[in-house]
C-alpha cells in the first residue's frame, strides 16, 4: 500500500514536471509520472522512488516535448 507521504510526493513531481514543460498537457505529465510509478509497485525500499520517477519522467517529457 502507498503512504500518503509518498504519495504527496509523486503529486509534487507532477507538478514541477508540468511546470517545467509546459508544452506538455498536465494530463500526459500525470500520465507519464504515474507509469514511472507504477514500475515501483511492490518494491520494498521505498525510499528513493520519487526521485528515479521524477528522472526517469523528466527523460520521457524531454522527449515529448522536441
Known sequence: ???????????Q????LSAKYPDVPGEQVAHV?????SR??????REFVP???ERGART??????R
Open 51 to 53: 526521485l528515479f520517477v
Open 40 to 45: 515501483f509497485e511492490g518494491r520494498p525500499i
Open 1 to 11: 500500500m502507498i503512504e500518503s507521504s509518498e504519495r504527496t510526493v509523486i503529486d
Open 33 to 37: 509520472v504515474n507509469d514511472c510509478y
Open 13 to 16: 513531481v507532477v507538478d514541477r
Open 60 to 65: 520521457r517529457l524531454a522527449e515529448l516535448s
